[in-house]
């Protein structure tokens, strides 16, 4: 399930944070703060979804992130993938490779990475 951008900045909030009330994600905006019926809100849709959970905490809650920003990251660059890649990571790449902005220094970076990525599954 995909988040709306609203959404993913609480996300973020909580997935830095780990977990805290409605006012400790209002603290976490800069300047202009979200309303904070506008924060709840959110969050409850977030709630509904399965991102969050909720614990009582006196006449208020605490939430916690049900999903981590790994697992959301994943699923979210799958569905990217498939959708404007025909599922193919090789296209993907082809597509990063030939970006005018991709320094030199970048690629020899994501080749570093991929190498060591082919390294440790090989030696698996």
């Known amino acids: 399930m995909e988040l709306t951008k609203a959404e993913e900045q609480i996300m973020k909030i ?39 959970s909720k614990t009582p905490i006196g006449n208020t809650y605490e939430y916690t992130p049900l999903i981590s920003k790994q697992e959301y990251t994943g699923s979210f660059l799958q569905r990217f993938v498939g959708k404007y890649f025909s599922n193919s990571y090789k296209s993907m790449i082809s597509s990063l490779s030939s970006n005018e902005n991709l320094t030199t220094g970048e690629m020899e970076e994501i080749i570093k990475m991929f190498q ?6 090989k030696d698996n």
């Not at 006012?23 to 969050?43: D, H, L, M």
């Not at 060591?116 to 599954?121: D, F, I, P, T, V």
């Open 14 to 52: 909580l997935w830095r944070i780990e977990k805290g009330l409605i006012r400790n994600v209002v603290a976490e905006y800069s300047e202009p703060k979200p309303a904070y019926t506008t924060v709840a809100t959110i969050i409850k849709i977030l709630e509904k979804k399965g991102f969050v």
């Open 116 to 121: 060591e990525q082919l390294k440790s599954k």
